[in-house]
């Protein structure tokens, strides 16, 4: 894994305890319609977005959407 030290990157090993947010992090993030919405409210203004106004872009409902 690269890590931020200072002006550089530096390479590292994770170890078991930095692992365990990661992985509960990919796993939320392994759903593609949940990482297409991360996208869609990051290019957002402000990153937020309002689900009514993202819905027409997902073959889900609005409260599937907001679930996610």
């Known amino acids: 894994m690269l890590l931020h030290s200072g002006d550089s990157l530096v390479r590292a ?6 692992c365990v947010p990661l992985a509960q992090m990919f796993k939320a993030l392994g759903d593609p319609a949940r990482l ?6 990051a290019s957002n203004p402000g990153g ?11 073959d889900l409902s609005q409260p599937t ?3 996610h």
């Not at 937020?48 to 997902?58: G, K, L, Y």
């Open 36 to 41: 297409r919405l991360l996208s869609l409210i």
């Open 48 to 58: 937020e977005a309002c689900v009514c106004d993202i819905s027409a872009s997902f």
């Open 65 to 67: 959407i907001s679930h």
């Open 13 to 18: 090993a994770l170890d078991e305890t930095a």
